[in-house]
């Protein structure tokens, strides 16, 4: 794993037939690429690239299902971080995985808004991150009201704000700094969804009554946008 | 539009088509049945059916397109109101195409469940929904810090309390209101995006300097999640 130019004879079937299919794509496009040409690519038999891509589509996202395996497994060793904490942490997995092959993320992105077919595969998977994240905060919130409806809303909210950053640096072609990109739009997330207020990321901010006695005082015009209370007070209480 | 039993070759032909290619799916599946089909059960050659749908999959979702169209002129014409009621508003026009056809809505949804095919063709179509009112958010936000990734993060806040109340009502059967149970998941993005802590709904409430004098006032645990403190607020103005 430290040597990327390691020798392809060495890198295990499914990465020599991803490469070889994305090769393909950038040279002759996705359309005009059949699996043939893929597999003699790859220098294999045609019953190899279906034992390990369902679809010519699904060789264009190889890491998506170990990513998602990813998400859901950090999602049950979450604890009792804070829920809205702990899915923008999830979905920054997503985010990593991208950031960790610059170059070939930025070319996919490209080749990807060329391509409906790819374009809907994409949706396809963001839709199941959102459900992963959805899901997880259905049970974290429970029985509360709207309890439900919060978890949907607050789960479209991250992958938005995730593919927000996502997009930004995958425009610059990689020349900002991606952590930094999606960091930032997670702020406004967490702090209108989550306890971003207090700038708490720990489970205490839930369960340690000793900070119950800090209170903040707010006086705001009754007709002012929420999010602009929100961010009146962060500047009172000095975060954001 | 009075008669839903209205002699089929009074119905212009696009309707009939959709009526046709519909019964079969239900009678066939969607995956057994082909384009000869459904020209056939309606009575025309081939051609016809392609004239009016790209695809199988676009005679499902027959109105969208026009849907799409209603909510870009309704936008268009929203002038100075709220932003964030704004697109609440121009979303209720989806909300309100399904409840027009109750039955139609209610078998569609079981049969899109089943139908990988149909889920993938609705999430396109829900993007390009979100899309829309993104746009639309840009716009208003302008240069404002942020204007963007906000826009993105609220269109999709609105589109997922949409489909929240949306699907409670298909789930439900069509039983409960539909009206209502999307207004109250708008509710919480109004609450917490747009001006619905002053519930004015009114292009005023950007503007009439003459409210400005209501205040709240507002003590809050310091490490309180932000969605409650928000509540807190509603129950000290007494709305929500």
């Known amino acids: 794993m430290t040597d990327a130019r390691r020798p392809a004879k060495k890198a ?14 950038l040279e002759r496009g996705f359309e005009r690429t059949t699996v043939d040409d893929i597999v003699a690519r790859a220098g294999v038999g045609r019953r190899s690239f279906f034992r390990y891509f369902p679809s010519k589509e699904d060789a264009v996202f190889p890491d998506h299902e170990r990513c998602l395996a990813d998400m859901t497994a950090f999602l049950a060793a979450a604890g009792d971080v ?7 942490d ?12 610059p170059e070939f993320s930025v070319q996919r992105y490209r080749l990807t808004r060329e391509v409906p077919g790819l374009r809907t595969y994409e949706l396809s998977v963001v839709r199941r991150y959102e459900q992963t994240l959805a899901g997880y905060l259905r049970e974290r919130y429970g029985d509360a009201r709207d309890g439900a409806l919060r978890a949907e809303v607050i789960a479209a909210s991250v992958v938005a704000a995730h593919n927000n950053g996502l997009r930004t640096w995958l425009r610059s072609g990689g020349e900002v700094d991606a952590e930094t990109a999606v960091d930032h739009a997670f702020g406004l997330v967490r702090r209108v969804w989550g306890s971003g207020a207090a700038g708490d990321v720990s489970p205490r901010s839930a369960d340690d009554g000793s900070a119950d006695g800090d209170v903040v005082v707010m006086v705001a015009a009754k007709n002012a946008p929420m999010w602009r209370v929100v961010q009146q007070i962060e500047s009172v209480i000095g975060q954001g």
Do not use: T
Request: charged fraction near 20%.
């Open 12 to 25: 295990p079937m499914r990465e020599v037939l991803a490469e070889a299919a994305f090769q393909l794509f």
């Open 90 to 101: 999830a979905a920054s997995l997503v985010l990593r995985m991208y950031a960790a092959n």
């Open 82 to 88: 804070e829920p809205v904490d702990a899915v923008c």
